[in-house]
């Protein structure tokens, strides 16, 4: 069994590779893609269903799920920087609710009450970014761990957002503490990690 240094190597290795292959597409494409895939998630029916939804702002590459964020309450991640945590927070504006955090994305203000956790495990959907994700639902990210602690104890399975060319056919390498996705959404397809689809 790989000790838990060679799956971090073995990790930081792929995370290279799929960033890369995100950081090549073009504006473009990218802005067709970001279309797809927000109509894809509209379409889907745990989204249909969620009154609240946990999203991100994207960064750099990331999908831009902007689109989205009308018609739903929506949290946003919040970084805490004395617990070395994010946190959900519920945005009313993202004019006047946001501004430069962690990594200069943007973030709810201090000002803002952090959500319930119980309420956010219980009755809202992540909508949650990749670097990579498998068919079996294994997702890398950026390697802080952090959608991992927050995703924990999740009941409604979360959404893993990426581009088609972020898809791995090789099972990712993972550990006991990452949370697996229970859909993936591409601009070309929808897996359904649950019904095994």
């Known amino acids: 069994m790989a000790s838990l240094a060679d799956v ?11 960033v890369s292959r995100r950081k090549a597409l073009d504006a473009e494409l990218r802005r067709e893609y970001d279309a ?17 939804v946990a999203a991100f702002i994207r960064h750099g590459a990331e999908v831009d799920l902007s689109p989205l ?18 946190e959900m927070v ?15 994305i943007p ?5 803002l009450p ?29 390697g802080g761990g952090y959608y991992d602690r927050l995703l924990a104890g999740v009941k409604t399975p979360p959404v893993a957002v990426i581009y088609s060319c972020q898809l791995s056919d090789t099972v990712l390498p993972g550990t006991e503490y990452d949370i697996p996705m229970g859909v993936i959404v591409t601009e070309r ?5 649950q ?3």
């Open 90 to 104: 519920v945005i009313e504006d993202l004019e006047l609710d946001l501004l430069p955090g962690k990594y200069n």
């Open 8 to 18: 971090e190597t073995q990790k930081r290795l792929i995370r290279q590779e799929f």
């Open 36 to 52: 797809a895939i927000c109509a894809n998630i509209r379409n889907l029916p745990i989204f249909q269903a969620s009154g609240y």
């Open 107 to 111: 973030e709810p203000l201090p000002s």
């Open 69 to 86: 964020f009308k018609g739903k309450r929506l949290l946003l991640p919040r970084f805490d920087a004395r617990k070395g945590v994010y």
């Open 114 to 142: 952090a959500a319930d956790p119980d309420f956010v495990a219980s009755q809202v959907l992540f909508l949650v970014p990749a670097v990579a994700c498998d068919r079996a639902g294994h997702r890398l990210g950026r």
């Open 195 to 197: 019904k095994g689809e």
């Open 189 to 193: 397809e929808v897996i359904n990690i």
